[in-house]
């Protein structure tokens, strides 16, 4: 097998990109390939595996997003980043286009040859203040739910958390994870907001499981929970995540992710363990 693949990243968060327009892989398919190929150590490795397919309404393209687990996610906004260069890149599209997902259209912008701009998908579901039991304590969080079906964030405060070992918080992330009063799971969102504004941000992803470098609608829902509570300014939000920094612009409900791409490698995946039918 010679599987055409690029490899990106956006802030560290690290994708399998292919064209499935040209190789017509079927959901289980691309499932599969997402198991493997986005394991460490012994494939490619990543956090996500997108595909990208024939548009399905009024966008330029549809895209598909399978975990590490084999899981299909509602939407990536990292992804959506790198997807928006690539599909600018082998001309897809151009410098503005609609990128159709599960979750809703993701309008995406070119700002420079590595810059990109996406809007997300806007809230739809704000819990603020919740009161959540877990390790035999209290912890209060916000729950926002991006899109349509919604993709679920808890947004957690963690005083100095740019100084905490990730095996500190990382029982305390997985039981948020399985919180049995989301039936969906959610993504944890641990954020600390600094003194001169900027916020602090740390992710452990549902499908990945475990701790990420960037979450793009992770990133966005702490924003928007932080803006709504009066807690920041709006324009931009900066936050500081493991792979680098993110901006995010929230006006009202509208929510854009800017940040940088890295094309980091083009070829095959020539994974002789791999097996697609």
Same mark, same amino acid.
């Given at each position: 097998?010679?599987?055409?693949?690029?490899?990106?990243?956006?802030?560290?968060?690290?994708?399998?990109?292919?064209?499935?327009?040209?190789?017509?892989?079927?959901?289980?398919?691309?499932?599969?390939?997402?198991?493997?190929?986005?394991?460490?150590?012994?494939?490619?490795?990543?956090?996500?595996?997108?595909?990208?397919?024939?548009?399905?309404?009024?966008?330029?393209?549809?895209?598909?997003?399978?975990? +590490? $687990? /084999? #899981?299909?996610? &509602?939407?990536?906004?990292?992804?959506?980043?790198?997807?928006?260069?690539? !599909?600018?890149? *082998?001309?897809?599209?151009?410098?503005?286009?609609?990128?159709?997902?599960?979750?809703?259209?993701?309008?995406?912008?070119?700002?420079?040859?590595?810059?990109?701009?996406?809007?997300?998908?806007?809230?739809?579901?704000?819990?603020?203040?919740?009161?959540?039991?877990?390790?035999?304590?209290?912890?209060?969080?916000?729950?926002?739910?991006?899109?349509?079906?919604?993709?679920?964030?808890?947004?957690?405060?963690?005083?100095?958390?740019?100084?905490?070992?990730?095996?500190?918080?990382?029982?305390?992330?997985?039981?948020?994870?399985?919180?049995?009063?989301?039936?969906?799971?959610?993504?944890?969102?641990?954020?600390?907001?600094? +003194? $001169? /504004? #900027?916020?602090? &941000?740390?992710?452990?992803?549902?499908?990945?499981?475990?701790?990420?470098? !960037?979450?793009? *609608?992770?990133?966005?829902?702490?924003?928007?929970?932080?803006?709504?509570?009066?807690?920041?300014?709006?324009?931009?939000?900066?936050?500081?995540?493991?792979?680098?920094?993110?901006?995010?612009?929230?006006?009202?409900?509208?929510?854009?992710?800017?940040?940088?791409?890295?094309?980091?490698?083009?070829?095959?995946?020539?994974?002789?363990?791999?097996?697609?039918?």
């Amino acid at each position: 097998m010679k599987l055409p693949f690029v490899k990106m990243q956006g802030a560290g968060n690290d994708f399998i990109v292919i064209n499935n327009i040209e190789l017509g892989y079927t959901g289980a398919e691309l499932s599969a390939l997402a198991k493997q190929a986005c394991t460490r150590k012994v494939s490619v490795g990543a956090d996500t595996l997108i595909a990208i397919e024939p548009a399905k309404a009024d966008g330029d393209f549809y895209t598909r997003y399978y975990n +590490a $687990d /084999g #899981s299909e996610a &509602e939407m990536c906004g990292n992804g959506a980043r790198c997807i928006a260069r690539f !599909a600018y890149e *082998t001309k897809l599209a151009g410098a503005e286009m609609v990128i159709e997902t599960i979750a809703g259209n993701v309008p995406a912008k070119r700002l420079d040859q590595r810059t990109y701009q996406v809007q997300l998908n806007s809230p739809t579901t704000f819990k603020p203040e919740l009161k959540l039991q877990v390790e035999g304590r209290e912890l209060t969080a916000d729950y926002v739910e991006l899109g349509d079906p919604g993709i679920p964030h808890l947004v957690v405060p963690y005083p100095d958390l740019a100084m905490t070992d990730l095996e500190t918080i990382f029982e305390l992330a997985r039981k948020l994870r399985h919180y049995s009063e989301f039936p969906k799971g959610a993504n944890v969102n641990f954020y600390d907001l600094l +003194a $001169d /504004g #900027s916020v602090v &941000e740390r992710t452990y992803e549902r499908g990945v499981e475990d701790f990420t470098l !960037a979450c793009g *609608t992770g990133t966005g829902s702490v924003s928007y929970a932080l803006v709504k509570k009066g807690l920041v300014k709006p324009d931009p939000v900066v936050v500081e995540v493991l792979g680098g920094e993110l901006q995010v612009k929230v006006d009202g409900e509208k929510l854009l992710l800017i940040g940088d791409t890295n094309l980091v490698v083009e070829g095959f995946i020539t994974d002789e363990n791999l097996e697609l039918h």
